[in-house]
């Protein structure tokens, strides 16, 4: 099997099992240089501080002055800060091996989801709430994906999911962005499970940096050689505008530089993000409904990133964490310093869209990022001993300035 087509099957393949291997933007070019790091030099970064400890964190959300994290063993728990002490009570679990995502919804509710793996209750949408004794099922996410295959797969497998991030809306209902099936899901209470967007393969090209084969010997193609790269669906938010905010992984070879957010209709159904036609003009086209302003339902938000895992908004603001700065290939390669994460933030501002790292020193491999109120949190390492961090923004550094409702 040749390395375009085969899984990633070392690190990422315990978090993103539907990974291709992937890269960068259609003319071959990392974006990063195009996208937001012209013009003024960025902020200072800020510095992340300890909470507390945790195995394998991911899944992260904030209500108030509770944190919502997940672990390996698929426990979710809260934690809570009172003045200079930190307690942890766990809520509930789901099957583990690698953490769930998790949310707050309505009324004490938490939403818990459980990427692909071996065994029942896997690629499945938990919901729990106070006084239940153990999360309740909602949808199994590998059966819908078999019913409903990607019609863009490159894989083999067009009938794959590895569910890996979540957002609770105000209606009841939930967004999955689906990591195997590169796709945008809205699940109900009632198990009902309908398609919103769905992100079509990039082509890109292979970085520079990459050993001659892959651990397993099989060989990787040169640099410079063009690939078809599926999406990855890693994570959706609800922006100000109450727009949905879609992030990518990217598949293989994971070029830096070439991870889209895609923004999408709060309205949309089965609408189609394009790398080719990334601001929806075609589609809009063929379907006849120019609403003026010359978009359609999926349109780029932002390029230039890399190995995209999670995403956060706060106002008009997003933040994306990366994996890796080198890319989760590196990672899995085991390429030096691939360890090293970082969080960016995305604004747009008179027309441009900006990137920005607001975080770096003490990113490891991260797995969840959240904003509230002026307080970045963050978890990692996501694989083996880590911690909950946290670190303080200023409201003056740049913020505040980008994705409501243009």
Sequence with gaps: MSPTRRKAVLIVAAALGAATFAAPSADGQGAAARQGRGGSEPPGTVALEPVTALDGPRGLDVQGRRVLVTEADGSFSIVKLRGGDVSVTRLGSVPGGFAPAAVFGRRGTVWVLTGKGEGPGMATLYRWRRGWSEPRAVADLAAYQQAHPDPDDLEGEPGDSNPFGLAALDDGSVLVADAGGNELLRVWKSGYVRSVARIRPRTVAVPEGLPATAP???????????????????????????????????????????????????????????????????????????????????????????????????????????????????????????????????????????????????????????????????????????????????????????????
């Design 216 to 406: 397993d010997g099989s060989p990787l193609p040169p640099a410079g050689t063009m690939l078809p790269s599926e999406g990855v669906a890693t994570s959706v938010v609800v922006g100000r505008d109450g727009d949905y905010y879609l992030s990518e992984l990217r598949g293989f070879p994971g070029t830096p530089g070439t991870a889209q957010v895609w923004r999408i209709d709060h309205d949309a159904r089965g609408a189609v993000c394009d790398p080719a036609d990334p601001y929806g003009q075609d589609d809009q086209d063929a379907r006849g409904d120019d609403d003026g302003d010359g978009r359609g339902d999926c349109r780029r938000a932002a390029d230039g990133l890399t190995s995209v895992v999670d995403l956060a908004v706060d106002g008009r603001d997003l933040y994306a964490a990366t994996l890796s700065d080198r890319s989760w290939l590196a990672v899995e390669l085991g390429l030096p310093g691939a360890e090293q994460g970082s969080i960016h933030r995305i604004t747009r501002r008179h027309g441009r869209t900006r990137v920005e790292v607001v975080a770096d020193d003490g990113v490891v491999l991260p797995g969840g990022v959240e904003v509230d109120d002026d307080v970045l949190w963050e978890t990692g390492p996501v694989f083996g001993p880590g911690q909950l961090n946290r670190a303080g923004l200023d409201e003056d550094d740049g913020g505040h300035g980008g994705h409501g409702g243009r």
